[in-house]
């Protein structure tokens, strides 16, 4: 059996752990409560974890050097998270009910708040370029988000949009990871460049497996309800070309446009977007940014942390459908 992508890392991505736990430690003990049961529920900490191992692979050897960073990107990514389920209705996270929902807006507004915040001051700490690389990634999430907001329910999405709100939302995001892990490792220009390619198509990747477990996958897996992206209007690549397969798809872009969706008609689409040929040319383009992603590892050397980076690429698109 094949190693897991963070066997090489995992001392590390528990020292990345505790310095998360540390950082959230507030005065206000109601702040740490609710940004413990956002980061305490699970994830699978991909940015930390391409964060160390390009910091690794590039030949940084002083972990202390990276373990705060790693952590600065969780944090971050967890604020979001509070952000993007205020803004989506989310019930639930993780399989937990979502922070909103139990602490009430205004709470977990600030909590999203304080979790940036505290990952920007950590970050903060490393450096103009290493600030230059943050404050990029993250006006591109907030970008991307308008972007997003202007087509809700809008069957009329093309594939070049999505692909511009997902590059923005995740890819640009695990992109920075890679790229500051590698900065902080003493990485060359030429390494910093392959590394951040990496994960910029790491992160593609990534969301369109979301989104086509979004419509396929294991509920128990995916800790939410399957149809979200639709039920709340998202476009994504699977429906979006679902969208454009003769009869079926017409009536999933009449269900798609409806800005209030019954459950039943959530139910229809989906199981019309699972027979569709959308479904598996999504899948299929994810596993190509999956390839992509790498053969930007062309230029690393070989290590036990660039087999972690491969590994990584092949386990985002293989995850339960």
């Not at 001051?121 to 006006?139: L, Y």
């Not at 709100?165 to 640009?172: N, S, V």
């Not at 027979?275 to 053969?295: H, N, P, Y």
């Amino acid at each position: 059996m094949a190693a897991a992508w963070d066997s090489s890392i995992a001392e590390e991505l528990r020292m990345v752990e505790e310095e998360i736990r540390r950082s959230v430690d507030s005065e206000q003990r109601l702040l740490t409560e609710i940004s413990m049961h956002v980061i305490g529920s699970g994830g699978k900490r991909v940015r930390p974890g391409v964060s160390v191992l390009s910091f690794r692979a590039v030949g940084g050897v002083e972990v202390s050097q990276v373990i705060g960073i790693a952590a600065a990107f969780e944090l971050i990514h967890s604020a979001t998270l509070i952000h993007d389920d205020i803004n989506d209705g989310g019930e639930k996270r993780r399989g937990a009910v979502s922070a909103f929902r139990k602490y009430g807006v205004q709470r977990a507004l600030v909590a999203g708040d304080f979790l940036f915040v505290k990952g920007f001051r950590a970050g903060g700490s490393f450096g103009p370029k290493v600030v230059e690389i943050i404050a990029d990634a993250c006006a591109r999430m907030a970008e991307s988000e308008m972007v997003q907001s202007d087509h809700v329910s809008d069957s009329s999405t093309s594939v070049d949009t999505y692909i511009e709100i997902i590059r923005g939302k995740t890819a640009k995001p695990i992109e920075a990871s890679a790229k500051v892990g590698a900065l902080l490792g003493g990485g060359s220009e030429e390494h910093i460049e392959a590394l951040g390619l990496y994960g910029l198509n790491l992160g593609l990747a990534f969301q369109i497996t979301d989104d086509v477990l979004d419509i396929v996958g294991n509920e128990s897996v995916l800790g939410k309800p399957r149809g979200m992206d639709f039920r709340d209007g998202t476009p994504t690549l699977p429906l979006i070309l679902a969208m454009n397969d003769g009869h079926d798809g017409r009536r999933i872009s009449r269900l798609f446009g409806k800005k209030r969706k019954r459950p039943e008609e959530v139910g229809e689409a989906l199981d019309l977007m699972a027979d569709s040929w959308g479904l598996q040319a999504a899948r299929e383009k994810a596993r190509e940014f999956s390839s992509k992603a790498i053969d930007c590892l062309a230029p690393i050397p070989p290590s036990v942390y660039k087999n972690g980076l491969r590994s990584l690429a092949r386990a985002v698109v293989e995850r339960e459908m």
